[in-house]
């Protein structure tokens, strides 16, 4: 069945910009892809509502990695439409202690200790996954015709969600604030042009990044070897 995609822009907090979350439709069925940063919820729940996604209608919450802007509303949207989360096992420590740094490489030590003062990630917006996602799993038991496709690089587990029609939804190995460009904040950069040029070489039509606009594979400028 085909599928629709429907950004939803979120603020972020303290005016750092914008994070998006993706509503994935097929026929009466959604999937929707990240949740916004937790001060996003009233944003939220109005986009779902005007968009036909009422109570019953969810069936998958997907978090393409483990930082609070794409996790901030996950653990709330599971309590009220009883979906369920899905995301990667190596950034499921994030969620479900709350640390956006438990598993990178070089936290910074300042950002560890004021983030959780600043944003307020606090434990009712902590969570455990109810599916762990890994390269190549069909969401198809979602009313969902996609798969899964693993990106790490941003973090550890960082995943997309690449549908049959060639829509893909890249979390933040990507972003286009101001140009269609690898993400600049990178955990493993090797790690991240790894899963630069496996992307390049699927079948996408259009990118679907954490922050900035939607665009084709062909605005990337060219890979970094």
Same mark, same amino acid.
């Given at each position: 069945?085909?599928? &629709?995609? &429907? ?10 910009? #914008?994070?998006?979350?993706?509503? *994935?439709?097929? %026929?009466?069925?959604?999937? *929707?892809?990240? #949740?916004?940063?937790?001060?996003? +919820?009233? @944003? ?12 019953? !209608? ?20 599971? /309590? ?23 598993? /990178? !490489? !070089?936290?910074?030590?300042?950002? /560890?200790?004021?983030?959780? @003062? ?6 009712? +917006? @902590? ?6 996602? &890994? ?7 979602? %009313? *969902?015709?996609? /798969? ?30 101001? +140009? ?24 996408? +039509? ?9 665009? &084709? ?9």
């Amino acid at each position: 069945m085909p599928t &629709s995609v &429907s950004p939803i822009t979120f603020p972020m907090p303290l005016g750092l910009g #914008t994070v998006n979350g993706y509503l *994935l439709r097929a %026929g009466d069925r959604f999937t *929707l892809v990240d #949740t916004g940063a937790p001060n996003g +919820r009233g @944003r939220l729940d109005q986009n779902l509502e005007s968009l036909g996604c009422l109570p019953g !209608k969810l069936k998958l919450i997907v978090i393409t990695h483990g930082d609070f802007d794409h996790t901030g509303n996950a653990a709330y949207l599971r /309590r009220a439409l009883g979906a369920p989360i899905g995301m990667h096992a190596e950034d499921a420590p994030m969620a479900e202690r709350g640390d956006m740094f438990v598993n /990178r !490489k !070089k936290p910074n030590a300042l950002l /560890r200790a004021l983030i959780p @003062r600043l944003i307020g990630f606090n434990k009712e +917006r @902590r969570f455990a996954p109810d599916i762990l996602l &890994s390269e190549g799993d069909s969401l198809a038991e979602y %009313g *969902l015709d996609a /798969r899964v496709v693993a990106i790490p690089g941003h973090s550890k587990g960082s995943i997309g969600i690449l549908t049959d029609e060639g829509d893909f939804v890249c979390g933040d190995l990507y972003e286009n604030t101001q +140009r269609p460009a690898l993400n600049s904040l990178m955990d493993d950069l090797p790690a991240a042009l790894a899963s630069d040029a496996r992307v390049r070489g699927l079948a996408v +039509r259009t990118m679907y990044p954490g922050h900035g606009s939607p665009f &084709s594979p062909g605005q990337l400028p060219a890979a970094t070897s």
